[in-house]
Protein backbone atom coordinates (compact mmCIF):
# COMPACT_ATOMS: atom_id res chain seq x y z
CA UNK A 1 0.00 0.00 0.00
CA UNK A 2 0.96 3.84 -0.88
CA UNK A 3 2.79 5.46 1.91
CA UNK A 4 0.74 8.40 0.82
CA UNK A 5 -2.57 6.92 1.06
CA UNK A 6 -2.99 7.33 4.39
CA UNK A 7 -1.81 10.94 4.11
CA UNK A 8 -4.41 11.52 1.51
CA UNK A 9 -7.03 9.57 2.13
CA UNK A 10 -7.21 9.92 5.71
CA UNK A 11 -8.82 8.46 8.52
CA UNK A 12 -10.98 8.65 12.06
CA UNK A 13 -10.56 9.54 15.68
CA UNK A 14 -12.98 9.07 18.20
CA UNK A 15 -13.19 9.21 22.09
CA UNK A 16 -14.71 6.41 23.92
CA UNK A 17 -18.27 7.05 24.05
CA UNK A 18 -17.99 7.89 20.33
CA UNK A 19 -19.52 11.05 20.60
CA UNK A 20 -16.92 13.09 19.30
CA UNK A 21 -15.64 11.83 15.98
CA UNK A 22 -13.00 13.31 13.86
CA UNK A 23 -11.54 12.63 10.16
CA UNK A 24 -8.08 13.16 9.86
CA UNK A 25 -5.77 13.55 6.62
CA UNK A 26 -2.92 15.20 4.97
CA UNK A 27 -0.90 14.02 7.78
CA UNK A 28 2.90 15.02 6.97
CA UNK A 29 4.85 11.34 6.53
CA UNK A 30 7.07 12.45 10.08
CA UNK A 31 4.23 13.44 12.67
CA UNK A 32 4.12 10.05 14.94
CA UNK A 33 1.58 9.00 17.15
CA UNK A 34 2.49 10.72 19.54
CA UNK A 35 2.49 14.09 17.88
CA UNK A 36 -1.09 12.82 16.81
CA UNK A 37 -2.56 12.31 19.87
CA UNK A 38 -1.55 15.54 21.37
CA UNK A 39 -2.52 17.92 18.65
CA UNK A 40 -6.15 15.70 18.97
CA UNK A 41 -6.61 16.02 22.74
CA UNK A 42 -7.15 19.77 22.50
CA UNK A 43 -8.92 19.71 19.19
CA UNK A 44 -11.89 17.18 20.34
CA UNK A 45 -11.69 19.22 23.42
CA UNK A 46 -10.60 16.75 26.24
CA UNK A 47 -8.73 17.69 29.28
CA UNK A 48 -4.80 17.85 28.63
CA UNK A 49 -4.92 17.45 32.74
CA UNK A 50 -5.81 15.43 35.63
CA UNK A 51 -7.69 16.97 38.73
CA UNK A 52 -4.10 17.50 40.35
CA UNK A 53 -3.04 19.40 36.83
CA UNK A 54 -0.97 16.67 35.99
CA UNK A 55 -0.29 15.34 32.12
CA UNK A 56 -3.22 12.80 31.55
CA UNK A 57 -2.22 10.16 29.55
CA UNK A 58 -4.30 9.27 26.17
CA UNK A 59 -3.63 5.72 24.31
CA UNK A 60 -4.35 5.25 21.06
CA UNK A 61 -6.51 2.47 20.21
CA UNK A 62 -6.36 0.91 17.18
CA UNK A 63 -9.60 -1.99 16.82
CA UNK A 64 -8.41 -3.48 13.30
CA UNK A 65 -5.33 -4.61 14.87
CA UNK A 66 -6.40 -5.01 18.47
CA UNK A 67 -3.07 -2.81 19.73
CA UNK A 68 -2.88 0.34 21.53
CA UNK A 69 -0.44 2.09 19.39
CA UNK A 70 3.17 3.36 20.19
CA UNK A 71 4.11 6.69 20.72
CA UNK A 72 7.13 6.56 18.16
CA UNK A 73 5.24 4.85 15.60
CA UNK A 74 4.78 6.96 12.49
CA UNK A 75 1.29 7.42 11.70
CA UNK A 76 1.84 7.22 7.94
CA UNK A 77 3.39 3.55 8.96
CA UNK A 78 0.79 2.20 11.14
CA UNK A 79 -2.57 3.83 9.61
CA UNK A 80 -4.21 2.15 6.92
CA UNK A 81 -6.87 4.54 5.14
CA UNK A 82 -10.61 4.02 6.99
CA UNK A 83 -8.70 3.32 9.94
CA UNK A 84 -10.43 4.08 13.45
CA UNK A 85 -8.49 4.92 16.29
CA UNK A 86 -10.36 5.75 20.06
CA UNK A 87 -8.41 7.72 22.14
CA UNK A 88 -8.36 5.67 25.58
CA UNK A 89 -7.69 7.41 28.91
CA UNK A 90 -5.75 5.88 32.25
CA UNK A 91 -8.12 7.77 34.72
CA UNK A 92 -8.43 7.96 37.94
CA UNK A 93 -11.38 8.00 40.38
CA UNK A 94 -11.45 8.11 44.13
CA UNK A 95 -9.74 9.94 47.16
CA UNK A 96 -11.20 9.30 50.29
CA UNK A 97 -10.65 12.82 51.35
CA UNK A 98 -13.30 15.38 50.96
CA UNK A 99 -11.98 18.52 50.39
CA UNK A 100 -13.29 22.21 49.89
CA UNK A 101 -15.22 21.70 46.13
CA UNK A 102 -15.92 18.78 46.47
CA UNK A 103 -19.90 18.13 45.92
CA UNK B 1 -15.55 28.39 22.11
CA UNK B 2 -15.46 31.65 21.42
CA UNK B 3 -15.66 34.79 23.81
CA UNK B 4 -14.42 38.30 23.45
CA UNK B 5 -14.11 38.45 26.87
CA UNK B 6 -11.30 37.32 29.60
CA UNK B 7 -12.98 36.22 32.81
CA UNK B 8 -10.97 37.00 36.51
CA UNK B 9 -11.88 35.91 39.50
CA UNK B 10 -11.86 38.60 42.36
CA UNK B 11 -11.54 37.52 45.96
CA UNK B 12 -12.89 40.00 48.14
CA UNK B 13 -12.91 41.03 51.93
CA UNK B 14 -17.05 41.43 53.23
CA UNK B 15 -16.19 45.15 52.99
CA UNK B 16 -14.96 44.95 49.36
CA UNK B 17 -11.40 45.20 49.58
CA UNK B 18 -10.04 43.03 47.03
CA UNK B 19 -7.66 39.83 48.33
CA UNK B 20 -6.75 38.58 45.36
CA UNK B 21 -7.41 38.58 41.16
CA UNK B 22 -6.99 35.46 39.11
CA UNK B 23 -6.86 35.53 35.70
CA UNK B 24 -9.08 31.80 34.49
CA UNK B 25 -9.06 29.62 31.97
CA UNK B 26 -12.48 28.21 32.13
CA UNK B 27 -13.57 25.33 31.18
CA UNK B 28 -16.54 25.87 29.14
CA UNK B 29 -17.47 22.74 27.59
CA UNK B 30 -19.63 21.54 30.26
CA UNK B 31 -21.91 24.77 29.80
CA UNK B 32 -21.77 24.08 26.17
CA UNK B 33 -22.98 20.87 27.20
CA UNK B 34 -25.79 22.08 28.94
CA UNK B 35 -26.70 24.24 25.77
CA UNK B 36 -26.51 21.37 23.62
CA UNK B 37 -29.14 19.41 26.23
CA UNK B 38 -31.60 22.08 26.19
CA UNK B 39 -31.79 22.56 22.66
CA UNK B 40 -32.55 18.58 22.72
CA UNK B 41 -35.06 18.57 25.16
CA UNK B 42 -36.84 21.86 24.04
CA UNK B 43 -36.61 21.67 20.36
CA UNK B 44 -35.33 18.31 19.80
CA UNK B 45 -32.14 19.29 17.59
CA UNK B 46 -28.61 18.13 18.64
CA UNK B 47 -26.24 21.19 18.27
CA UNK B 48 -23.17 19.64 16.59
CA UNK B 49 -20.57 22.10 18.20
CA UNK B 50 -17.92 21.13 15.33
CA UNK B 51 -19.88 23.08 12.28
CA UNK B 52 -20.56 26.31 14.23
CA UNK B 53 -18.44 27.99 17.22
CA UNK B 54 -19.98 28.10 20.08
CA UNK B 55 -20.60 31.51 21.19
CA UNK B 56 -20.02 32.71 24.88
CA UNK B 57 -20.76 36.14 26.48
CA UNK B 58 -21.09 37.66 29.67
CA UNK B 59 -24.27 38.63 31.33
CA UNK B 60 -23.72 41.66 34.00
CA UNK B 61 -24.65 40.92 37.58
CA UNK B 62 -27.62 43.02 38.08
CA UNK B 63 -27.09 44.82 41.28
CA UNK B 64 -23.04 45.39 40.64
CA UNK B 65 -23.06 45.94 37.20
CA UNK B 66 -20.42 45.71 34.74
CA UNK B 67 -17.58 44.21 34.84
CA UNK B 68 -19.31 41.97 37.32
CA UNK B 69 -21.01 38.56 35.66
CA UNK B 70 -23.96 36.80 37.34
CA UNK B 71 -24.18 34.47 34.37
CA UNK B 72 -22.59 33.29 31.00
CA UNK B 73 -24.89 33.27 28.04
CA UNK B 74 -23.91 30.66 25.85
CA UNK B 75 -25.12 30.56 21.81
CA UNK B 76 -24.71 27.43 19.95
CA UNK B 77 -26.37 27.00 16.59
CA UNK B 78 -28.27 23.86 14.54
CA UNK B 79 -30.55 24.26 11.74
CA UNK B 80 -30.53 27.32 11.25
CA UNK B 81 -31.85 28.32 14.71
CA UNK B 82 -29.96 29.50 17.73
CA UNK B 83 -29.69 27.94 20.87
CA UNK B 84 -29.34 30.04 24.48
CA UNK B 85 -28.76 28.87 27.77
CA UNK B 86 -27.56 31.14 30.50
CA UNK B 87 -25.12 29.29 33.23
CA UNK B 88 -24.97 30.75 36.66
CA UNK B 89 -21.04 31.61 37.36
CA UNK B 90 -21.92 31.73 41.08
CA UNK B 91 -22.15 27.62 40.73
CA UNK B 92 -19.46 27.39 37.84
CA UNK B 93 -17.14 29.10 39.41
CA UNK B 94 -17.42 27.88 42.97
CA UNK B 95 -14.80 24.79 43.10
CA UNK B 96 -12.24 27.02 41.37
CA UNK B 97 -12.83 30.26 43.75
CA UNK B 98 -12.69 26.98 46.75
CA UNK B 99 -9.11 26.32 45.30
CA UNK B 100 -8.17 29.99 45.13
CA UNK B 101 -8.93 30.63 48.53
CA UNK B 102 -7.41 27.03 49.49
CA UNK B 103 -4.04 29.03 48.28
CA UNK B 104 -4.18 32.26 49.48
CA UNK B 105 -4.96 30.70 53.01
CA UNK B 106 -1.98 28.19 52.61
CA UNK B 107 0.66 31.34 51.15
CA UNK B 108 -0.87 32.71 54.76
CA UNK B 109 -2.59 35.59 52.65
CA UNK B 110 -5.59 35.09 54.54
CA UNK B 111 -6.71 33.59 57.80
CA UNK B 112 -8.77 30.70 58.39
CA UNK B 113 -11.21 32.92 60.33
CA UNK B 114 -11.57 35.28 57.76
CA UNK B 115 -14.81 35.67 55.87
CA UNK B 116 -14.60 36.41 52.20
CA UNK B 117 -16.92 36.28 48.90
CA UNK B 118 -15.61 36.16 45.58
CA UNK B 119 -17.07 37.50 42.01
CA UNK B 120 -16.70 37.18 38.29
CA UNK B 121 -15.35 39.42 36.70
CA UNK B 122 -15.43 40.00 32.19
CA UNK B 123 -13.22 42.65 30.73
CA UNK B 124 -13.49 42.88 26.85
CA UNK B 125 -10.35 41.61 24.49
CA UNK B 126 -8.81 44.15 22.78
CA UNK B 127 -7.06 41.93 20.41
CA UNK B 128 -6.99 37.66 20.29
CA UNK B 129 -4.16 36.03 22.44
CA UNK B 130 -2.16 33.54 20.29
CA UNK B 131 -3.98 30.41 20.23
CA UNK B 132 -3.02 26.69 20.58
CA UNK B 133 -0.39 26.06 17.27
CA UNK B 134 -1.82 25.12 14.24
CA UNK B 135 -2.07 21.36 13.69
CA UNK B 136 0.43 19.67 10.95
CA UNK B 137 -2.88 17.83 9.43
CA UNK B 138 -6.34 18.41 8.53
CA UNK B 139 -9.32 17.53 11.31
CA UNK B 140 -12.89 17.39 9.98
CA UNK B 141 -15.37 16.83 12.71
CA UNK B 142 -18.20 14.22 11.63
CA UNK B 143 -21.44 15.10 13.54
CA UNK B 144 -22.59 12.06 15.22
CA UNK B 145 -26.76 11.06 14.93
CA UNK B 146 -28.13 10.98 18.83
CA UNK B 147 -29.95 8.44 19.15
CA UNK B 148 -33.23 8.95 20.94
CA UNK B 149 -35.89 6.81 21.34
CA UNK B 150 -39.78 7.28 21.32
CA UNK B 151 -41.27 6.75 24.72
CA UNK B 152 -43.74 7.89 27.24
CA UNK B 153 -41.42 9.05 30.17
CA UNK B 154 -44.88 7.93 32.70
CA UNK B 155 -44.63 4.28 31.27
CA UNK B 156 -40.54 4.67 31.50
CA UNK B 157 -41.51 5.35 35.70
CA UNK B 158 -44.09 3.33 36.09
CA UNK B 159 -43.75 1.26 39.25
CA UNK B 160 -40.90 3.22 40.39
CA UNK B 161 -39.74 4.68 43.58
CA UNK B 162 -38.54 8.30 43.90
CA UNK B 163 -35.77 8.56 45.50
CA UNK B 164 -32.61 11.60 46.21
CA UNK B 165 -33.36 15.32 46.01
CA UNK B 166 -35.68 16.24 42.92
CA UNK B 167 -35.12 19.41 40.85
CA UNK B 168 -37.97 19.69 38.26
CA UNK B 169 -35.32 21.27 36.07
CA UNK B 170 -33.28 18.03 35.82
CA UNK B 171 -33.05 15.44 32.89
CA UNK B 172 -35.47 12.55 34.32
CA UNK B 173 -33.35 9.63 35.51
CA UNK B 174 -34.89 6.09 35.35
CA UNK B 175 -32.89 3.39 37.18
CA UNK B 176 -33.64 -0.39 37.08
CA UNK B 177 -33.87 -1.94 40.53
CA UNK B 178 -31.97 -5.08 39.01
CA UNK B 179 -29.19 -2.55 37.81
CA UNK B 180 -28.65 -1.35 40.90
CA UNK B 181 -28.64 -4.70 42.82
CA UNK B 182 -26.07 -5.88 41.01
CA UNK B 183 -24.27 -2.87 41.69
CA UNK B 184 -24.69 -3.22 45.46
CA UNK B 185 -23.67 -7.02 45.44
CA UNK B 186 -20.36 -6.33 43.62
CA UNK B 187 -19.87 -2.83 45.73
CA UNK B 188 -20.51 -5.38 48.72
CA UNK B 189 -17.99 -8.40 46.96
CA UNK B 190 -15.45 -5.54 46.40
CA UNK B 191 -15.29 -5.83 50.25
CA UNK B 192 -12.25 -2.63 51.37
CA UNK B 193 -11.46 -1.72 47.57
CA UNK B 194 -12.81 0.31 45.33
CA UNK B 195 -14.50 -1.17 42.34
CA UNK B 196 -16.82 0.66 39.42
CA UNK B 197 -18.34 -0.13 36.14
CA UNK B 198 -19.98 1.70 33.49
CA UNK B 199 -23.85 2.69 32.73
CA UNK B 200 -25.37 1.85 29.26
CA UNK B 201 -28.67 3.84 28.23
CA UNK B 202 -30.72 5.34 26.50
CA UNK B 203 -32.19 8.70 25.78
CA UNK B 204 -35.97 8.44 25.47
CA UNK B 205 -38.50 11.61 23.90
CA UNK B 206 -41.96 12.22 24.86
CA UNK B 207 -43.89 13.65 22.22
CA UNK B 208 -46.25 13.83 24.25
CA UNK B 209 -45.10 16.16 27.58
CA UNK B 210 -42.66 17.19 25.02
CA UNK B 211 -39.20 16.28 27.15
CA UNK B 212 -36.58 13.73 27.06
CA UNK B 213 -36.28 11.49 29.76
CA UNK B 214 -32.95 9.00 30.50
CA UNK B 215 -33.52 4.92 30.99
CA UNK B 216 -30.26 3.38 32.08
CA UNK B 217 -30.76 -0.25 31.15
CA UNK B 218 -27.69 -2.08 32.05
CA UNK B 219 -23.78 -1.28 33.80
CA UNK B 220 -20.78 -3.28 32.57
CA UNK B 221 -18.78 -3.75 35.76
CA UNK B 222 -15.12 -2.56 35.08
CA UNK B 223 -12.33 -4.52 34.42
CA UNK B 224 -8.68 -4.42 33.88
CA UNK B 225 -9.09 -1.68 36.78
CA UNK B 226 -6.19 -1.10 39.05
CA UNK B 227 -7.78 -0.46 42.64
CA UNK B 228 -7.16 0.19 46.10
CA UNK B 229 -9.06 1.23 49.47
CA UNK B 230 -8.43 5.18 47.77
CA UNK B 231 -8.11 4.92 44.28
CA UNK B 232 -9.73 3.55 41.74
CA UNK B 233 -7.98 3.35 37.84
CA UNK B 234 -9.86 3.00 34.58
CA UNK B 235 -7.49 2.00 31.95
CA UNK B 236 -7.48 1.71 28.34
CA UNK B 237 -8.23 -1.55 28.60
CA UNK B 238 -11.29 -0.79 30.98
CA UNK B 239 -12.52 0.92 28.01
CA UNK B 240 -12.00 -1.40 25.47
CA UNK B 241 -13.62 -3.99 27.14
CA UNK B 242 -16.53 -1.47 27.65
CA UNK B 243 -17.18 -0.55 23.83
CA UNK B 244 -16.94 -4.61 23.06
CA UNK B 245 -19.52 -4.92 25.70
CA UNK B 246 -21.42 -2.24 24.09
CA UNK B 247 -20.84 -3.97 20.61
CA UNK B 248 -21.86 -7.11 21.63
CA UNK B 249 -24.87 -6.19 22.91
CA UNK B 250 -26.37 -4.66 19.77
CA UNK B 251 -28.77 -2.49 21.84
CA UNK B 252 -27.46 0.85 20.42
CA UNK B 253 -27.00 2.04 24.17
CA UNK B 254 -25.08 5.23 24.83
CA UNK B 255 -22.30 5.40 27.54
CA UNK B 256 -24.58 7.55 29.85
CA UNK B 257 -22.48 7.70 32.68
CA UNK B 258 -20.34 5.46 35.69
CA UNK B 259 -20.66 3.93 39.12
CA UNK B 260 -17.99 3.60 41.74
CA UNK B 261 -18.35 2.59 45.19
CA UNK B 262 -16.75 4.15 48.21
CA UNK B 263 -15.51 1.79 51.20
CA UNK B 264 -15.89 4.05 54.06
CA UNK B 265 -16.15 1.42 56.43
CA UNK B 266 -12.81 0.66 55.40
CA UNK B 267 -11.59 4.69 55.70
CA UNK B 268 -13.29 4.50 58.76
CA UNK B 269 -12.18 1.35 60.61
CA UNK B 270 -10.14 2.97 63.03
CA UNK B 271 -12.94 5.36 64.62
CA UNK B 272 -15.30 4.74 66.65
CA UNK B 273 -18.49 3.19 65.22
CA UNK B 274 -20.53 6.63 66.78
CA UNK B 275 -18.36 8.43 64.65
CA UNK B 276 -18.43 6.27 61.68
CA UNK B 277 -21.86 6.82 61.82
CA UNK B 278 -21.97 10.11 61.47
CA UNK B 279 -18.88 10.83 59.34
CA UNK B 280 -19.47 13.07 56.11
CA UNK B 281 -17.05 10.49 54.26
CA UNK B 282 -19.96 7.56 54.68
CA UNK B 283 -22.35 9.91 52.77
CA UNK B 284 -22.20 10.04 49.11
CA UNK B 285 -19.96 12.41 47.23
CA UNK B 286 -18.03 12.73 44.53
CA UNK B 287 -14.22 13.73 44.76
CA UNK B 288 -12.14 16.16 42.91
CA UNK B 289 -10.94 13.31 40.70
CA UNK B 290 -14.07 11.57 40.53
CA UNK B 291 -15.44 14.97 38.99
CA UNK B 292 -12.39 14.98 36.77
CA UNK B 293 -13.19 11.81 35.38
CA UNK B 294 -17.03 12.73 34.39
CA UNK B 295 -15.85 15.83 32.55
CA UNK B 296 -12.95 13.88 30.68
CA UNK B 297 -15.24 10.39 30.34
CA UNK B 298 -18.81 11.69 30.72
CA UNK B 299 -19.13 15.46 29.44
CA UNK B 300 -22.24 15.20 27.85
CA UNK B 301 -25.19 17.15 29.95
CA UNK B 302 -26.95 14.10 29.96
CA UNK B 303 -24.43 11.38 31.98
CA UNK B 304 -24.96 10.48 35.02
CA UNK B 305 -22.43 9.42 38.25
CA UNK B 306 -23.41 7.15 41.08
CA UNK B 307 -21.78 6.64 43.93
CA UNK B 308 -22.64 3.28 46.14
CA UNK B 309 -21.17 3.70 49.40
CA UNK B 310 -20.17 1.06 51.88
CA UNK B 311 -19.94 2.27 55.72
CA UNK B 312 -20.93 0.78 59.09
CA UNK B 313 -25.00 1.42 58.50
CA UNK B 314 -24.87 -0.51 55.42
CA UNK B 315 -24.91 0.73 51.88
CA UNK B 316 -26.27 4.29 50.43
CA UNK B 317 -26.74 5.14 46.75
CA UNK B 318 -26.33 8.70 45.98
CA UNK B 319 -26.63 9.91 41.82
CA UNK B 320 -24.81 12.86 40.53
CA UNK B 321 -25.44 14.77 37.29
CA UNK B 322 -24.68 17.96 35.05
CA UNK B 323 -26.89 20.77 36.45
CA UNK B 324 -26.12 24.06 34.33
CA UNK B 325 -22.31 22.93 34.22
CA UNK B 326 -21.73 21.30 37.23
CA UNK B 327 -22.18 18.42 38.75
CA UNK B 328 -24.94 18.14 41.35
CA UNK B 329 -26.56 15.87 43.56
CA UNK B 330 -30.12 14.63 41.99
CA UNK B 331 -32.78 12.47 42.45
CA UNK B 332 -33.85 9.32 39.97
CA UNK B 333 -36.98 6.94 39.87
CA UNK B 334 -35.91 3.23 40.72
CA UNK B 335 -37.78 0.68 38.11
CA UNK B 336 -38.95 -1.94 41.11
CA UNK B 337 -38.45 -5.41 39.65
CA UNK B 338 -39.71 -8.49 41.91
CA UNK B 339 -36.62 -9.28 43.75
CA UNK B 340 -37.16 -10.21 47.30
CA UNK B 341 -34.65 -8.94 49.77
CA UNK B 342 -33.08 -6.38 47.01
CA UNK B 343 -29.77 -4.64 48.17
CA UNK B 344 -30.89 -1.70 46.23
CA UNK B 345 -34.04 -1.01 47.73
CA UNK B 346 -32.36 -1.02 51.00
CA UNK B 347 -28.98 1.44 49.58
CA UNK B 348 -31.78 4.07 48.24
CA UNK B 349 -33.76 7.09 49.97
CA UNK B 350 -37.13 7.05 48.88
CA UNK B 351 -38.29 10.55 48.75
CA UNK B 352 -41.88 9.29 48.99
CA UNK B 353 -43.03 5.73 48.93
CA UNK B 354 -44.80 4.55 45.59
CA UNK B 355 -47.48 3.89 47.39
CA UNK B 356 -49.67 5.53 50.06
CA UNK B 357 -51.69 8.66 49.92
CA UNK B 358 -49.02 10.69 51.64
CA UNK B 359 -47.48 10.28 47.68
CA UNK B 360 -50.14 12.58 46.79
CA UNK B 361 -49.16 15.38 49.37
CA UNK B 362 -45.24 15.24 48.36
CA UNK B 363 -44.51 18.78 47.13
CA UNK B 364 -41.66 16.99 44.85
CA UNK B 365 -44.09 14.08 44.01
CA UNK B 366 -44.33 14.10 40.10
CA UNK B 367 -47.83 13.60 38.62
CA UNK B 368 -47.35 9.85 37.70
CA UNK B 369 -46.42 9.03 41.58
CA UNK B 370 -49.83 10.54 42.20
CA UNK B 371 -51.65 8.30 39.44
CA UNK B 372 -49.64 5.18 40.78
CA UNK B 373 -51.24 5.73 44.57
CA UNK B 374 -54.86 6.23 43.35
CA UNK B 375 -54.30 2.52 41.95
Given at each position: ???????????????VT???????????D???????????????????????????????????????L????????????????????????????????Q? | ????????????????A???????????????????????????????????????????????????????????E????????????????????????A??????????????????????????????P??????????????????????????????????????????????????????????????????????????????????????????????????L?????T?????A??A?????????????????A????Q??????R??????????????????????????????????????ET??F?W?????????????????????????????????G?A?????H???????????
Amino acid sequence: MSVTAIADHGFEVSDVTGQKVLSVSNVPDDVTVSDLVQGLVGRMRLPSNDAAGRPMSYHARLDREGRHLQGTERVRESLQPGDRLVLQPNVDAGSSRRSDGQV
Amino acid sequence: MHSDYRFVLEVRTLDGAVLHREALSPDWEPAVEATRLAALRTGGVWPHTGSTTPRLEPVWHAAAGEPFVQAVRVHTECEGREWVTDIPTSRYFNGTARSVVAAQLAAGRIHAEDRVRYAVAAYAVSEQGHGAPPLRFVTTDRPQTLSVRDRRLAELRDLSLLCGEVDPADLGVVLPEEVLDEICRLTRDAGDRETGGILLGHLCRDGRVGDIGLEVTAHVPARHTVGDAVKLTFTSDTWTDVRAAVALRRADELLVGWWHSHPAAAWCRQCPSERQRVCQLSTGFLSSDDQALHRVMFPEAYTQALVVTNSIVGLETKLFGWREGVLQPRGFHLRRARIPGSLARDSVRPLASALGAACAEEPHALPDAIALSSQ
